[in-house]
């Protein structure tokens, strides 16, 4: 009766062992927005911000903000061993700007907040030694599959 009970143990141990690696495997292959990426998402957002400020287009402005800051976030969450993550409370201050200007429907100071913003992306960029990376206030006619 002992014996068994404990091959039994045994036994449930094996078996919480094989759950725990093929789980581990599963995590290893799981999906996260790598930094780049982010990124570059983060770069079409800036571009749609732009215009739809531009256009008057506050609901849009706000949108793009808002996904702006989620992309941020989502750095900190499946990139937090990047040390480059450590800058990004420096886009902080242009980030709170832009919403309040926004809020205003002000399209002058709309102008500057998106230059100060601008000005923060590239900041990071040269800290982290990205400074070929250079944002710019967005030209001509881009994304023009959308109406802004
Ligand atoms: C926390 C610092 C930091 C901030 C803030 C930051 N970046 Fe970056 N950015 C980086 C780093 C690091 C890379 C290089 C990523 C890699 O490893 O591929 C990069 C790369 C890029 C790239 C190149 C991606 C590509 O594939 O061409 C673009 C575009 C970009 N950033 C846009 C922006 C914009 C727009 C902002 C501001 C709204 C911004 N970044 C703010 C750190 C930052």
Redesign the pocket.
């Known amino acids: 009766m002992l014996v068994s009970c404990s091959n039994k143990r045994v036994g449930d141990k094996r078996d919480l062992i094989s759950k725990i690696d093929s789980l581990e495997k599963r995590l290893d292959s799981v999906y996260t927005p ?4 982010t ?2 998402d ?2 079409t ?2 571009a749609k911000l732009w215009y739809g400020g531009l256009n008057g287009n506050w609901k849009l402005a706000e949108f793009e903000i808002h996904e ?1 800051g989620e992309l ?1 976030d989502n ?1 900190i969450k499946y990139q937090s061993s ?1 040390k ?5 409370s ?2 902080s201050p242009s980030i709170k700007n832009i919403i309040k200007v926004i809020k205003e429907k002000n399209i002058e100071k709309f102008k500057k907040g998106f230059i100060q ?2 000005n ?6 040269i ?2 030694k ?1 400074e070929f ?1 250079r ?1 710019i206030v967005p030209r001509g006619d881009q994304m023009g599959n959308q109406k802004y």
Do not use: D, P, W
């Open positions: 790598g930094f780049g990426e990124m570059g983060i770069q957002h800036h702006i941020f750095l990047r480059e993550t450590e800058y990004l420096l886009m913003l601008t923060s992306c590239n900041e990071c960029h800290k982290t990205y990376v944002i």
